[in-house]
């Protein structure tokens, strides 16, 4: 494993990568845990971290050496209006594969709860298997804990991100109407919502190509079979109850008509995020006739990321052969 005798902190306050680096896991100062002082080693051996934490650095790192890899998404004075936009921006993560030029880009959200951005387990190391397999991506940090409807912000928040994307087509060499989204948990349910009618079409922007939500929550009918929102929680989530929302846009798999085709992954051993979220998406996307590939796997957990050293190993590769294969 790459930098495993190197601790987070001594990784983390690496001066190239300042600017992304208080984002590692974003509401959390690392600096003030435990962590700070761990090797990669022990953070593997002691802490429930899955992922190669340190090939994501060495993938941040590459990025940061290129010079032209961390844009901000909001100005100084709308970050003034509003505090939770500070630190919302794109990482450009290249591949060295000539022919990702050609491919679609990987668009890469991280899960976190709508509290965090894990992009230290689910963003860069992620990022790095597929710029491994031929694609160029691209992190989100995105809104979170704002107080106030906070899902209409973040899909702000991927316009934002996008169109930035296709204003530097050129200079980023990807293909402007080629793109894949990829999201963890919270961030996947968020690539899903962006297939609704307040996604990509409320925005004038391209459809995916293609959807990879990874044991993602898909159906707050489904949600509420466990547990009841606190009034004030749905609000700050959705600008309506839970109820409300269960009955909108926001229940992803009665609304799923502007599906690409999907990849679904998820775990039966999911104890935070139950598998029943990505089987109900993949029969609602098959009841449409939208090409679907759901992969459940016997153990793993919720958080398993890159896959690495667990039966979810490669997920990554499966499922861009699988969208490679309807493109054959």
């Known amino acids: 494993m790459a930098f495993e005798q190197n601790t987070l902190g001594e990784l983390l306050s690496n001066p190239k990568i300042k ?8 509401n959390r100062d690392l600096s003030q845990e435990d962590l700070w002082n761990k090797t990669l080693r022990q953070i593997k051996d002691e802490y429930i971290f899955f992922g190669e934490i340190g090939n994501g650095f060495r993938c941040l790192y590459r990025a940061a050496d290129s010079g032209d890899w961390y844009y901000p998404l909001y100005s100084e004075a709308e970050c003034d209006e509003d505090e939770a936009r500070r630190g919302v921006n794109i990482i ?3 591949s060295e594969d000539p022919k990702a030029d050609e491919r679609p880009f990987i668009f890469l959200m991280p899960g976190g709860g709508f509290m965090n951005v894990w992009s230290l387990t689910e963003g860069w190391p992620v990022a790095d298997q597929f710029n491994r397999l031929g694609y160029h ?3 989100l940090t995105y809104q979170v804990d704002t107080g106030d409807n906070l899902m209409k912000k973040n899909m702000e928040d991927f316009a934002r991100a996008l169109k930035l994307i296709r204003e530097k087509a050129g200079q980023f060499h990807v293909q ?3 793109y894949i989204t990829c999201g963890f948990s919270a961030g996947g349910y968020l690539i899903c919502l962006w297939n609704t009618k307040m996604g990509y079409p409320a925005f004038g922007l391209p459809k995916p190509q293609a959807c990879f939500p990874v044991y993602a929550e898909t159906s707050i009918k489904e949600t ?6 606190d009034p004030e929680d749905a609000m700050d989530l959705y600008g309506c109850t839970q109820a409300e929302a269960a009955e909108s846009e926001y229940e992803i798999p009665e609304h799923a008509e502007g599906f690409p085709p999907s990849a679904i992954f998820a775990t039966a051993t999911d104890d935070l995020v139950n598998p029943n979220h990505s089987r109900k998406l993949a029969k609602a996307l098959e009841e449409l006739s939208i090409p679907c590939r759901l992969e459940i796997g016997p153990e793993g957990g919720h958080g398993f990321a890159d896959g690495t050293g667990m039966c979810m190993e490669g997920w990554t590769e499966r499922a861009a052969r699988w969208v490679q294969s309807m493109n054959n």
């Open 19 to 26: 600017q992304i680096a208080k984002d590692a896991i974003r």
């Open 92 to 94: 450009r993560l290249s």
């Open 137 to 139: 991506v691209f992190v």
């Open 176 to 178: 402007v109407d080629k």
């Open 224 to 229: 509420m079979l466990v547990w009841q929102a």
